[in-house]
Structures are given as C-alpha cells and as structure tokens.
C-alpha cells in the first residue's frame, strides 16, 4: 500500500484594520500592496551591550504546512541569542507579551539575576 502524499493547507493572507485586528483578504495583491505600505514592526528593542535585538512584526499569512493563522512573530538576535530564534502567535497581544518575556529572560541572563 502507497502512502498518501501530504498536501499543505492553501496559504491565507490577512491586513490589520484599524485596531490592529487581522482581517482575512482574499486578493493577493491588495495584500501585497497594503504589506508594503504599512508599518509591521510593533516592538523593537535592541539590547546595544549584548548585541541582541528582540522584534515583534506582523506577518500578514497563514502558515504553509497547517494553514494556522499564526500571524505574528518574535525574533530573537544578535551575540547572546545563539541562533535566530523566532516565536510565533495568533493576536498582536499575545505576540507583544511574548516579546516582553523574551526581554525579560534575557535581561535576567545577562545580569545573573
């Protein structure tokens, strides 16, 4: 018996109203145009010492492989991060607490606390 190949769920895409909400859009390149004309980045904050950068962003597209909305990333960087490290989340709430307990765990990390 073959196995059945696994297929990806189709990617969905998604803008932010006014309220930083994600909406679900249906037309590729009005997404496209509103990615580039938007500001995406939420929270940066660079730790100029360590070296490393913390940067919560709006992705704007479902994931490939599930087809979950996980529309928001953290990305940890830089020397005390030893890989790119990225956090995804659901809401922009969830995505600005994540960034806030990256911050603080590196902080802790960084002052033996």
């Known amino acids: 018996m073959n196995p059945r190949p696994i297929t990806a769920k189709p990617r969905r895409f998604y803008i932010l109203d006014a309220k930083d909400t994600p909406v679900e859009v249906f ?3 009005a ?3 509103w990615m580039s004309e938007n500001e995406l980045v939420f929270r940066r904050t660079v730790l100029d ?3 490393v950068t913390i940067t919560t962003r709006f992705r704007g597209i479902s994931d490939a492989k599930t087809g979950d909305a996980w529309l928001f990333v953290t990305r940890i960087a830089g020397a005390e991060a030893p890989d790119i490290q990225s956090y995804a989340a659901r809401t922009l709430d969830e995505a600005l607490d994540q960034h806030e307990r990256m911050l603080q765990a590196i902080l802790r990390k960084l002052t033996g606390g």
Do not use: A, F, V
């Open 27 to 29: 037309d590729q390149g």
């Open 31 to 33: 997404w496209s145009r």
């Open 49 to 51: 010492e360590s070296g």
